[in-house]
């Protein structure tokens, strides 16, 4: 096996857990020392596939990340020829077999469930897709996304919101103070561990005034999109903050804005091309309002920065509340109690969720004119 810029030399893919539209996250034993962790990986005859690039994007830029509100990258494997071997072990066989079986033709390239996703041999095949994976620390409490389905889609104590906004706020500062935009914030990719909440996923992030093989893709959850991000132009630090208010929308609401809206052409003319701010959650605290409200400005010239935020009145709420963490360890000891496997969290949406890009994937829906949605024919 060849390994780059890793702590993890000898490890064994244990569990599939879930899949995106680029690959695959599973739980992963580290031989060495017993400790789990999560294996990220996409598998591609295209190296230069956006599937591809969203995976180094993301190993390039968390291998440089060190916060306790980031989650850490323990590695990565890289050009490793897809061959199988039989395993060392009758029960690590037993173990990645229901992985293979699970899959269908997804893997036919390996010729038995008893492969072993851990140990290579080189091969020159050049028919064979390559493997790769990154390494990533494992979050036994999985999503916020997976938080909020424990306790009904929303939480009912505007504190414990404000609890992981400001988690979420500080994770931001550090990127942003290090010209990083992570441009798909949402409740998926935050993550939840006894180490803290941090954020995760950076497969769509981007470096500011730095040029990027992904340059020109759509980068982010179209729900949770910034409005120039829909437009087409820059995609900076003020996007991330939009996203952070629509991501409190949904602890508070259950739901991100506009999520009734089924269309996406639809919806990226709602938020790209309209004036109309996104509704708020009705029975909120004046603080919570002001908050979204900032968040939420069409003009992103006028979002505070996420070190300004973190210094509103809002996020005292939870400050003030004693009995707020008891509800987070409550939580947290709910979710350690299930399969940690089913617990970790797939963190794999790539890019958008859709396959568009600014220049291909926009289309207004009337005159079909390349490029961002038309506001004369939504206005027409």
Known sequence: MTVSSSSISSWQRCRHIASGSFGHVSLALNLEDGSFFAAKSCRSSDPLSPYMLSLLNEFDIMKSLSSPYILRCLGADFDIPCRSSALSSSSSSSVC????S????????????????GSYSSSSSSNRRMLRS?????????????????????????????????AILHGLDYLHSNGIVHCDIKPKNILIGTSGTKIGDFGSARRVGHESSMDGMLRGTPLYMAPEVVQGLEQGPPSDIWSLGCTLVHMLEGQAPWAHIQCLPALFLKIGNSNEAPPLPENISAEARDFLLQCLQRDPKLRPTAAHLLRHPFLLSSVQKPDLMAIVDRSMQDASE??????????????????????????????????????????S
């Open 97 to 100: 077999s229901s992985f293979f």
């Open 102 to 117: 699970d899959q269908g033709d997804t893997f036919s390239s390996l010729s038995s469930p008893s492969s072993s996703w």
């Open 134 to 166: 990154i390494f990533l620390e494992y979050m036994e409490g999985g999503s916020l996304a997976e938080r909020l389905g424990r306790s009904g889609g929303k939480f009912p104590d505007e504190a414990l919101a404000a609890h992981y906004t400001r």
């Open 338 to 379: 299930s399969d940690p496997e089913e617990s970790l969290t797939s963190s794999i949406d790539m890019l958008s969720d859709y396959d568009h890009t600014c220049r291909e994937g926009l289309r207004c829906t009337c005159c079909q004119s390349h490029g961002p949605l038309c506001a004369s024919c939504y206005t």
